[in-house]
T-cell receptor, first 113, second 115 residues
Framework: AQSVTQLDSQVPVFEEAPVELRCNYS??????LFWYVQYPNQGLQLLLK??????LVKGINGFEAEFNKSQTSFHLRKPSVHISDTAEYFC???????????FGKGTRLHILP | DGGITQSPKYLFRKEGQNVTLSCEQN?????MYWYRQDPGQGLRLIYY???????QKGDIAEGYSVSREKKESFPLTVTSAQKNPTAFYLC??????????????FGNGTRLTVT
């Protein structure tokens, strides 16, 4: 059965510093992978997705993620964060045969001034 | 503007009462979903509907019920059988069912408190 693990529940980072939010998944078959962002008291918005093709995926707001099949990872990165990036970030996975999306528990990104 | 509207934003109920959460979309999406969000738990799927007049249980359907009589509407009823109903509830939709048809479009949620 598929599952997704976000290794860090909270990540503090200084403004304008780079950040990486880690995501690992467990599945024995081909998957689709997603990152969503949730700003306080709002719903989720899609940041980026990997369906097939290039393993480096670029999303909105300067975020990107790299699919690593051998390490079953899909880490999210941004080279320079802004205070407006303060939010909770969710990694999600779906097995291609199943089509249901399973969400990780989320990582809170705290931007320090 | 197209989107998903959840109402109300905050809802308070006494234990033992059923309560219905509203979800309306004007995106012309076939698929709709209800998720429950608890702190540190991520999102868990309660029910989903692939098309009007059809719906399926998700991972945590016990104590909840839904209907899908109109394409635009997917209300969720939290019944008195739900043992721990206090949570943040999110409604979502997609063009059709399936991860490849993402993104999921989310509403801004309803925070339900039961005392």
């Amino acid at each position: 059965a598929q599952s997704v693990t976000q290794l860090d529940s909270q990540v503090p980072v200084f403004e304008e510093a780079p950040v990486e939010l880690r995501c690992n998944y467990s599945s024995s078959v081909s998957v689709y992978l997603f990152w969503y962002v949730q700003y306080p008291n709002q719903g989720l918005q899609l940041l980026l997705k990997y369906l097939s093709g290039s393993t480096l995926v670029k999303g909105i707001n300067g975020f990107e993620a790299e699919f690593n099949k051998s390490q079953t990872s899909f880490h999210l990165r941004k080279p320079s964060v802004h205070i407006s990036d303060t939010a909770e970030y969710f990694c999600a996975v779906s097995e291609r045969a199943d089509d249901k999306i399973i969400f990780g528990k989320g990582t809170r990104l705290h931007i320090l001034p | 503007d197209g989107g998903i509207t959840q109402s109300p934003k905050y809802l308070f109920r006494k234990e033992g009462q059923n309560v219905t959460l509203s979800c309306e979309q004007n995106l012309n999406h076939d698929a709709m979903y209800w998720y429950r969000q608890d702190p540190g738990q991520g999102l868990r799927l309660i029910y989903y509907s692939q098309i009007v007049n059809d719906f399926q249980k998700g991972d945590i359907a016990e104590g909840y019920s839904v209907s899908r009589e109109k394409k635009e509407s997917f209300p969720l009823t939290v019944t008195s059988a739900q043992k721990n109903p206090t949570a943040f509830y999110l409604c979502a939709s997609s063009t059709s069912f399936g991860a490849r048809n993402s993104p999921l479009h989310f509403g801004n949620g309803t925070r339900l408190t039961v005392t």
